[in-house]
């Protein structure tokens, strides 16, 4: 069974960094896209960052642009999440996914197949 964990997030104050992990388990598996997501209570899961690991091309959300780097490690199966100059509004829960074929919408929900159990990240003014 295949795995995606997330770690790193924590509680940081505004203007802090925090840095996501991603890291699969299970059976080797060819996955063509990684996306975090993050999702605050009440509100729906919206896509943060994406990454085609077949070019390396990467997208990213108006909100975080310039601000979040998504990378990948594929000696260690692992994609990463570096987020600075982090604002209240970026506490959420962050979810890693997951989806083995090429897509257009890389930050929609519904093209994703594979997801983590998350991790919570806060930011205090």
């Known amino acids: 069974q295949v795995r995606l964990v997330e770690s790193g997030g924590g509680s940081v104050q505004a203007g802090g960094s925090l840095r996501l992990s991603c890291a699969a388990s299970?059976?080797?598996?060819?996955?063509?896209?990684m996306g975090w997501f993050h999702q605050a209570p009440g509100k729906e899961r919206e896509g943060v960052a994406a990454?085609?690991?077949?070019?390396?091309?990467?997208y990213y959300a108006d909100s975080v642009r310039g601000r979040f780097t998504i990378s990948q490690d594929n000696a260690k199966n692992t994609v990463y999440l570096q987020m600075n100059s982090l604002k209240p509004e970026d506490t959420a829960m962050y979810y890693c996914?997951?989806?083995?074929?090429?897509?257009?919408?890389?930050?929609?929900?519904?093209?994703?197949?594979?997801w983590g159990q998350g991790t919570q990240v806060t930011v205090s003014s």
């Open positions: 299970g059976y080797t598996v060819s996955w063509r896209l």
């Open positions: 996914a997951a989806r083995t074929t090429a897509t257009f919408w890389v930050l929609r929900e519904y093209s994703y197949s594979d």
């Open positions: 990454l085609d690991t077949a070019d390396g091309s990467t």
